[in-house]
């Protein structure tokens, strides 16, 4: 097996998590001059929804941007379940 060195600075992952007509959010996980972060961007309304957070790692920044879109879910009084998310490299 090759070593990677998957993510390069801003690489990182995403994914969409998307409700009906009303909700889309695009949840990010990207590597930085300044390390791992997670934010969570909607797509319905073209503005973040949470400011960026930092992380230790890749797979923390992905948690912790799983955790803000469901606060923000829920902050948005959403009573649907929050999809499942399916989490894609960026390009």
Same mark, same amino acid.
């Given at each position: *097996?090759?070593?990677?060195?998957?993510?390069?600075?801003?690489?990182?992952?995403?994914? /969409?998590?998307?409700?009906? /007509?009303?909700?889309?959010?695009?949840? *990010?996980?990207?590597?930085?001059?300044? &390390?791992?972060?997670? &934010?969570?961007? #909607?797509?319905? @309304? $073209?503005?973040?929804?949470? #400011? =960026?957070?930092?992380?230790? /790692?890749?797979?923390?920044? #992905?948690? *912790?941007?799983? &955790?803000?879109? =469901?606060?923000?879910? $829920?902050?948005? &009084? =959403? @009573?649907?379940?929050?999809?499942?998310?399916?989490? $894609?490299?960026?390009?």
């Amino acid at each position: *097996m090759a070593d990677t060195t998957f993510p390069g600075e801003g690489q990182g992952f995403y994914a /969409d998590a998307i409700v009906g /007509d009303v909700v889309h959010l695009r949840l *990010m996980a990207t590597l930085t001059a300044l &390390g791992p972060g997670a &934010g969570v961007f #909607n797509v319905k @309304t $073209k503005k973040w929804c949470t #400011n =960026r957070e930092w992380a230790d /790692d890749i797979e923390g920044a #992905n948690r *912790m941007a799983e &955790g803000l879109a =469901r606060s923000w879910y $829920k902050y948005a &009084g =959403r @009573t649907e379940p929050f999809p499942a998310l399916e989490w $894609k490299a960026t390009g």
